[in-house]
């Protein structure tokens, strides 16, 4: 298994951009998918980016499609998430995950989460 440690978050303002990156522990982490979730206080962690472990290939949520960018890095077992035109939307705790079985659009199919790391866009 993996043990992802998020990183890069912080306080920015709307329109910004911020890059957070996901270093992952373990000899195996080329072989899995790698997600993104996020969860704002009060509200259940959604799915934000997946990155697969072959191709790779890059599936996102609907609302962050065209201003997000998933992209892993095997040699370095990290994951990054560059986030553009950011939107107070976007206010949450940020995750990095291993896909371990199941539909990519589920918290349920990760498994080894990080601590995360918050990014808090202002308007």
């Known amino acids: 298994q993996v043990q992802p440690v998020e990183s890069g978050g912080g306080l920015v303002q709307a329109g910004g951009s911020l890059r957070l990156s996901c270093a992952a522990s373990?000899?195996?982490?080329?072989?899995?998918?790698m997600g993104w979730f996020r969860q704002a206080p009060g509200k259940k962690r959604e799915f934000v980016a997946v990155?697969?472990?072959?191709?790779?290939?890059?599936y996102y949520a609907d609302s962050v499609k065209g201003r997000f960018t998933i992209s892993r890095e095997n040699a370095k077992n990290t994951v990054y998430l560059q986030m553009n035109s950011l939107k107070p939307e976007d206010t949450a705790v940020y995750y990095c995950?291993?896909?371990?079985?199941?539909?990519?659009?589920?918290?349920?199919?990760?498994?080894?989460w990080g601590q995360g790391t918050q990014v808090t866009v202002s308007s």
């Open positions: 995950a291993a896909h371990v079985g199941g539909s990519y659009y589920s918290a349920r199919s990760f498994g080894s």
């Open positions: 990155v697969t472990s072959r191709g790779p290939s890059t």
């Open positions: 373990g000899r195996s982490f080329s072989s899995y998918a």
